[in-house]
C-alpha cells in the first residue's frame, strides 16, 4: 500500500497572523494511520493501525497548542525601560506641562507612566542617593502647578524645578519666568518611597518670604526613580514627571 499522503487524507489551511489551521475534510482512519507510519515509522505489535485512535482534529488541536505558546510567551516580555521612557517623552513633548492636555493625553500618559512604574527596580527611593538633586517638570496634572484656568501669557511660563536631599529630608519648588516663586518643605517618610510633605516658607518673587500656613501640607510617593527620570504621585491623585538636572544641587536648610 502507498504511504504518502493524498490530497484527501488531511487539507489544511494557514490563516492569520498567529498561524491558526482550520481543517476542510479529513480522510478514513485506516488513511490516517498509513500517513502516520509513513512520517513515524511502525506502531507497536500490539496496535492495529487501522484502529489508531489519534484524528486529524486532535492533531490539529496539539499543533495549535505547540504554535500559540510562542505569541504569549513574547507578549509577555514586554517593552524595555528605555523604550518606555522614549515613548513618555514624545508623549508628554507636545502638552506643555500637562496644560494642553486633553482627557484621552492624560489617559495615554498615565498608562505609559503605570508601564513604567511597574518594572521599577528602586523599591526604597528615599535610601538611594539617585533621589538627591535638581529635577525639572516634565509633566502634571495638577492644576495648581498649571493654572489652565490663565491666559497662556499669565501661566509659567519658564521651567519648573523640584529639588529633594534625601539625607536632610527638604525640597524645594522653584518656578522661574515670570514670578520665580519658591518654597521649602520638610519631608516626613511615611514609609520608604512615600513621604508627607509640610511647606514651611514661600518666596513670591523669589524674594519676599513668607511663613507657610499650617494648611500647607500633603504627601508625595515615589513610584518610578532611575539617574534620569522621576515619576511621583500626590495624595490628590496628581501625577508628576521630572527629569534630572543638576544631581549636586543642595536644598537649603
Known amino acids: 500500500m502507498a504511504c504518502a499522503y493524498s490530497s484527501r487524507a ?7 497572523s498567529h498561524g491558526n489551521l482550520q481543517p476542510f475534510s479529513s480522510s478514513s482512519s485506516s488513511s490516517f494511520s498509513c500517513s502516520y507510519l509513513a512520517c513515524h515509522g511502525p506502531l507497536s505489535s500490539n496496535t492495529n493501525p487501522l ?5 486529524p482534529d486532535k492533531l490539529i488541536a ?14 509577555k516580555r514586554g517593552k524595555s525601560k528605555d523604550a518606555l521612557k522614549e515613548e513618555l517623552f514624545e508623549a508628554i513633548a507636545p502638552l506643555d506641562r500637562g ?3 486633553s482627557p484621552e493625553d492624560q489617559e495615554m500618559v498615565d498608562q505609559i507612566a503605570r508601564q513604567l512604574e511597574a518594572v521599577n527596580t528602586i523599591k526604597e527611593p528615599l535610601k538611594s ?3 538627591n538633586g535638581k529635577w525639572e517638570l516634565l509633566y502634571t496634572t495638577s492644576d495648581s502647578i498649571l493654572q489652565p484656568q490663565r491666559p497662556k501669557f499669565l501661566r509659567p511660563n519658564g521651567k519648573i524645578y523640584q529639588a529633594i536631599n534625601a539625607d536632610t529630608l527638604r525640597a524645594q519648588n522653584m518656578e522661574t519666568w515670570p514670578y520665580f ?3 521649602t518643605a520638610d519631608l516626613v ?18 524674594l519676599i518670604p513668607i511663613k507657610s500656613p499650617g494648611s500647607g501640607r500633603g504627601e508625595l510617593e515615589i513610584t518610578y526613580l532611575d539617574e534620569e527620570i522621576r515619576i ?11 527629569k534630572m538636572v543638576d544631581r549636586s544641587y543642595r536644598v537649603p536648610v
Do not use: Y
Open 51 to 55: 484502529t489508531f485512535s489519534a484524528t
Open 10 to 16: 488531511l487539507h489544511l489551511s494557514l490563516s492569520g
Open 181 to 183: 516663586n519658591q518654597v
Open 129 to 131: 542617593d539617585l533621589l
Open 62 to 75: 496539539k499543533w495549535r497548542t505547540s504554535v500559540s505558546f510562542f505569541p504569549s510567551f513574547i507578549g
Open 189 to 206: 517618610p511615611i514609609n520608604a518611597r512615600r513621604v508627607a510633605v509640610r511647606f514651611d516658607t514661600f518666596k513670591i518673587f523669589g
Open 232 to 242: 511621583s504621585r500626590g495624595d490628590k491623585g496628581n501625577l508628576f514627571i521630572l
Open 99 to 101: 496644560a494642553e492636555a
